[in-house]
Protein backbone atom coordinates (compact mmCIF):
# COMPACT_ATOMS: atom_id res chain seq x y z
CA UNK A 1 0.00 0.00 0.00
CA UNK A 2 1.44 3.22 -1.20
CA UNK A 3 1.75 6.29 1.70
CA UNK A 4 0.43 8.73 0.06
CA UNK A 5 -2.25 8.36 -3.20
CA UNK A 6 -3.25 11.39 -5.35
CA UNK A 7 -6.67 10.71 -7.03
CA UNK A 8 -6.94 14.31 -9.10
CA UNK A 9 -6.15 17.49 -6.51
CA UNK A 10 -6.83 15.12 -3.66
CA UNK A 11 -4.29 13.88 -1.53
CA UNK A 12 -5.15 10.77 0.53
CA UNK A 13 -2.79 9.13 3.30
CA UNK A 14 -2.89 6.32 5.75
CA UNK A 15 -6.53 4.92 6.18
CA UNK A 16 -7.51 7.50 4.04
CA UNK A 17 -6.13 5.35 0.47
CA UNK A 18 -8.72 3.99 -1.44
CA UNK A 19 -8.29 0.63 -3.73
CA UNK A 20 -7.69 1.15 -7.17
CA UNK A 21 -7.71 4.15 -9.54
CA UNK A 22 -10.59 6.72 -10.40
CA UNK A 23 -10.63 5.19 -14.40
CA UNK A 24 -10.83 1.90 -12.56
CA UNK A 25 -13.98 2.71 -10.20
CA UNK A 26 -15.61 4.31 -13.76
CA UNK A 27 -15.08 1.29 -16.02
CA UNK A 28 -15.66 -1.48 -13.11
CA UNK A 29 -19.21 -3.34 -14.33
CA UNK A 30 -19.86 -4.87 -11.15
CA UNK A 31 -20.42 -1.61 -8.93
CA UNK A 32 -23.57 -0.14 -8.24
CA UNK A 33 -25.34 2.74 -8.98
CA UNK A 34 -25.42 4.50 -5.41
CA UNK A 35 -22.66 6.90 -6.42
CA UNK A 36 -24.88 9.04 -8.15
CA UNK A 37 -26.36 10.29 -5.00
CA UNK A 38 -23.01 11.41 -3.72
CA UNK A 39 -21.81 14.63 -3.31
CA UNK A 40 -19.63 15.06 -5.89
CA UNK A 41 -22.55 13.50 -8.08
CA UNK A 42 -24.50 16.31 -6.89
CA UNK A 43 -22.18 18.83 -7.71
CA UNK A 44 -22.57 17.90 -11.07
CA UNK A 45 -26.04 18.59 -11.19
CA UNK A 46 -26.27 21.67 -9.54
CA UNK A 47 -22.88 22.94 -12.23
CA UNK A 48 -25.44 21.82 -14.85
CA UNK A 49 -28.14 24.09 -13.38
CA UNK A 50 -26.16 27.14 -13.71
CA UNK A 51 -25.11 26.20 -17.10
CA UNK A 52 -29.13 25.87 -18.33
CA UNK A 53 -29.82 28.91 -16.39
CA UNK A 54 -27.06 31.08 -17.60
CA UNK A 55 -27.30 29.56 -21.64
CA UNK A 56 -31.07 30.44 -21.25
CA UNK A 57 -31.26 34.21 -19.72
CA UNK A 58 -28.22 35.38 -21.14
CA UNK A 59 -29.53 37.76 -23.84
CA UNK A 60 -32.60 38.18 -21.99
CA UNK A 61 -31.55 42.50 -21.60
CA UNK A 62 -33.05 44.43 -18.70
CA UNK A 63 -35.52 42.85 -16.44
CA UNK A 64 -36.72 43.52 -12.88
CA UNK A 65 -37.17 40.62 -10.70
CA UNK A 66 -40.88 41.05 -8.82
CA UNK A 67 -41.81 38.76 -5.84
CA UNK A 68 -44.95 37.90 -3.93
CA UNK A 69 -47.24 35.35 -3.15
CA UNK A 70 -48.13 32.00 -4.66
CA UNK A 71 -51.09 31.95 -2.74
CA UNK A 72 -52.79 35.75 -4.02
CA UNK A 73 -56.33 35.40 -5.45
CA UNK A 74 -56.70 36.25 -9.48
CA UNK A 75 -59.71 38.26 -8.10
CA UNK A 76 -57.47 40.17 -5.46
CA UNK A 77 -56.38 44.00 -5.56
CA UNK A 78 -52.77 42.62 -4.94
CA UNK A 79 -53.51 40.19 -8.09
CA UNK A 80 -54.33 43.48 -10.12
CA UNK A 81 -51.61 45.35 -8.93
CA UNK A 82 -49.10 42.59 -10.23
CA UNK A 83 -50.83 43.00 -13.60
CA UNK A 84 -50.21 46.83 -13.45
CA UNK A 85 -46.88 46.13 -12.56
CA UNK A 86 -45.67 44.00 -15.20
CA UNK A 87 -47.19 46.06 -17.90
CA UNK A 88 -45.47 49.04 -16.32
CA UNK A 89 -42.24 47.74 -16.21
CA UNK A 90 -42.50 46.37 -19.62
CA UNK A 91 -43.55 49.61 -21.14
CA UNK A 92 -40.55 51.31 -19.19
CA UNK A 93 -38.49 48.92 -21.33
CA UNK A 94 -37.49 45.95 -18.88
CA UNK A 95 -38.25 42.07 -18.70
CA UNK A 96 -40.51 40.74 -16.24
CA UNK A 97 -38.58 37.55 -14.24
CA UNK A 98 -40.73 35.91 -11.48
CA UNK A 99 -40.70 32.61 -9.65
CA UNK A 100 -43.45 31.60 -12.52
CA UNK A 101 -46.06 30.02 -10.22
CA UNK A 102 -49.43 31.05 -9.57
CA UNK A 103 -50.66 34.47 -7.45
CA UNK A 104 -48.60 36.99 -7.57
CA UNK A 105 -45.85 35.51 -10.13
CA UNK A 106 -48.37 34.97 -12.68
CA UNK A 107 -50.19 38.94 -12.30
CA UNK A 108 -46.76 40.01 -13.38
CA UNK A 109 -46.02 37.44 -16.17
CA UNK A 110 -49.18 38.40 -17.27
CA UNK A 111 -49.05 42.00 -17.41
CA UNK A 112 -45.26 41.54 -18.97
CA UNK A 113 -46.79 39.27 -21.81
CA UNK A 114 -50.18 41.45 -22.30
CA UNK A 115 -48.07 44.40 -22.68
CA UNK A 116 -46.17 42.71 -25.53
CA UNK A 117 -42.45 41.89 -23.17
CA UNK A 118 -40.38 38.90 -22.38
CA UNK A 119 -42.21 36.94 -19.44
CA UNK A 120 -39.77 34.94 -17.87
CA UNK A 121 -40.20 32.06 -14.82
CA UNK A 122 -37.64 30.72 -12.76
CA UNK A 123 -39.57 27.32 -11.46
CA UNK A 124 -38.45 25.57 -8.63
CA UNK A 125 -39.25 21.57 -7.62
CA UNK A 126 -41.14 21.61 -4.94
CA UNK A 127 -43.67 18.60 -3.90
CA UNK A 128 -46.96 20.83 -4.58
CA UNK A 129 -46.14 23.18 -6.83
CA UNK A 130 -47.88 22.96 -10.25
CA UNK A 131 -45.45 23.79 -12.79
CA UNK A 132 -45.30 27.26 -14.70
CA UNK A 133 -47.68 29.31 -15.64
CA UNK A 134 -49.30 29.67 -18.26
CA UNK A 135 -48.15 33.16 -19.33
CA UNK A 136 -44.56 32.62 -19.21
CA UNK A 137 -42.40 32.58 -22.61
CA UNK A 138 -38.91 31.69 -21.53
CA UNK A 139 -39.34 29.11 -18.30
CA UNK A 140 -36.18 27.42 -16.21
CA UNK A 141 -36.89 24.74 -13.63
CA UNK A 142 -34.81 24.39 -10.92
CA UNK A 143 -34.13 21.53 -8.40
CA UNK A 144 -32.23 23.86 -6.03
CA UNK A 145 -33.07 26.87 -4.97
CA UNK A 146 -29.38 28.96 -4.00
CA UNK A 147 -29.12 28.44 -8.10
CA UNK A 148 -32.69 29.92 -8.66
CA UNK A 149 -32.22 32.59 -6.39
CA UNK A 150 -28.80 33.31 -7.85
CA UNK A 151 -30.72 33.95 -11.24
CA UNK A 152 -33.08 36.34 -10.22
CA UNK A 153 -30.64 38.79 -8.72
CA UNK A 154 -28.01 38.19 -11.56
CA UNK A 155 -30.35 39.04 -14.46
CA UNK A 156 -32.35 41.18 -12.57
CA UNK A 157 -31.29 45.22 -12.25
CA UNK A 158 -33.94 45.49 -8.99
CA UNK A 159 -36.48 43.97 -7.34
CA UNK A 160 -40.31 45.16 -6.71
CA UNK A 161 -41.64 43.03 -3.69
CA UNK A 162 -45.29 42.43 -3.51
CA UNK A 163 -47.09 41.17 -0.45
CA UNK A 164 -45.97 37.49 0.12
CA UNK A 165 -44.64 35.03 2.60
CA UNK A 166 -41.83 33.41 3.62
CA UNK A 167 -40.50 32.43 -0.17
CA UNK A 168 -40.96 35.91 -0.70
CA UNK A 169 -39.23 36.79 2.58
CA UNK A 170 -36.38 35.06 1.89
CA UNK A 171 -35.53 36.50 -1.49
CA UNK A 172 -36.05 40.13 -0.06
CA UNK A 173 -33.56 39.62 2.65
CA UNK A 174 -31.24 37.91 0.80
CA UNK A 175 -31.35 40.66 -1.50
CA UNK A 176 -31.01 43.22 1.11
CA UNK A 177 -28.38 41.41 2.21
CA UNK A 178 -26.00 41.40 -0.68
CA UNK A 179 -26.46 44.96 -1.39
CA UNK A 180 -25.54 46.05 2.63
CA UNK A 181 -22.28 43.58 1.92
CA UNK A 182 -21.45 44.87 -1.21
CA UNK A 183 -22.15 41.59 -3.07
CA UNK A 184 -24.11 43.49 -5.63
CA UNK A 185 -24.30 47.32 -6.28
CA UNK A 186 -27.04 49.71 -7.78
CA UNK A 187 -29.77 47.46 -6.86
CA UNK A 188 -32.99 49.24 -5.90
CA UNK A 189 -35.34 47.17 -3.57
CA UNK A 190 -38.74 48.56 -3.21
CA UNK A 191 -41.78 46.89 -1.30
CA UNK A 192 -45.13 47.47 -2.62
CA UNK A 193 -47.76 47.91 -0.07
CA UNK A 194 -47.05 49.93 2.94
CA UNK A 195 -49.82 48.75 4.73
CA UNK A 196 -48.33 44.84 4.36
CA UNK A 197 -45.14 46.00 4.92
CA UNK A 198 -45.32 48.71 7.37
CA UNK A 199 -45.02 45.96 10.50
CA UNK A 200 -41.60 44.36 8.97
CA UNK A 201 -40.38 48.23 8.77
CA UNK A 202 -41.07 49.33 12.18
CA UNK A 203 -39.56 46.23 13.49
CA UNK A 204 -36.78 46.60 11.86
CA UNK A 205 -36.25 50.41 12.40
CA UNK A 206 -37.46 49.81 16.26
CA UNK A 207 -35.87 46.37 17.46
CA UNK A 208 -33.32 45.71 15.16
CA UNK A 209 -31.45 48.97 14.62
CA UNK A 210 -32.33 50.37 18.23
CA UNK A 211 -30.96 47.42 19.43
CA UNK A 212 -27.96 48.09 17.47
CA UNK A 213 -28.27 44.83 15.41
CA UNK A 214 -27.69 46.63 11.90
CA UNK A 215 -27.33 50.31 10.77
CA UNK A 216 -30.00 53.18 10.57
CA UNK A 217 -28.63 53.60 7.24
CA UNK A 218 -29.59 49.90 6.25
CA UNK A 219 -33.04 50.69 6.24
CA UNK A 220 -32.40 53.12 3.63
CA UNK A 221 -31.49 49.99 0.89
CA UNK A 222 -35.38 49.69 0.17
CA UNK A 223 -38.19 51.78 -0.54
CA UNK A 224 -41.97 51.47 0.47
CA UNK A 225 -44.87 52.30 -1.96
CA UNK A 226 -48.41 52.23 -3.02
CA UNK A 227 -48.08 53.20 -6.25
CA UNK A 228 -46.91 51.89 -9.23
CA UNK A 229 -45.54 54.51 -11.42
CA UNK A 230 -43.42 54.97 -8.51
CA UNK A 231 -42.61 51.64 -7.82
CA UNK A 232 -41.32 51.72 -11.86
CA UNK A 233 -39.62 54.73 -10.99
CA UNK A 234 -37.40 53.52 -7.90
CA UNK A 235 -36.91 50.16 -9.37
CA UNK A 236 -35.87 51.24 -12.98
CA UNK A 237 -33.60 54.28 -11.98
CA UNK A 238 -29.87 52.86 -12.08
CA UNK A 239 -30.46 50.88 -15.51
CA UNK A 240 -30.97 52.01 -19.11
CA UNK A 241 -32.41 49.67 -20.93
CA UNK A 242 -31.15 46.92 -22.95
CA UNK A 243 -33.42 45.21 -25.41
CA UNK A 244 -33.55 41.32 -25.78
CA UNK A 245 -32.30 40.23 -29.08
CA UNK A 246 -35.28 40.13 -31.23
CA UNK A 247 -38.03 41.02 -28.56
CA UNK A 248 -39.27 43.59 -26.13
CA UNK A 249 -38.76 44.26 -22.82
CA UNK A 250 -38.29 41.33 -19.75
CA UNK A 251 -38.94 41.70 -16.34
CA UNK A 252 -38.20 38.97 -13.14
CA UNK A 253 -40.72 38.03 -10.60
CA UNK A 254 -39.82 35.64 -7.69
CA UNK A 255 -42.36 33.85 -5.15
Known amino acids: MPEEQRLGPVVRRREQIQPGT ?16 TDPWRVMRIQSEFVEGFGALAELG ?55 GVSVGLGIELPFEQGLNRHVDIGVNFRYFFVRKTMFVKYAQGFVVLPGGLGTLDELFEALTLVQTRKVTRFPIVLFGREYWS ?23 FHVTDDVEEAVALVTKETEPRRHPGSGPAVAIGS
Open 62 to 116: SAISVFGSARTGPESFEYQTGVELGKALVEAGFAVITGGGPGAMEAANKGAREAG
Open 22 to 37: TDQRLLDTKSDSSWVH
Open 199 to 221: GLVDWLRDTVVAQGKCAAKDLLL
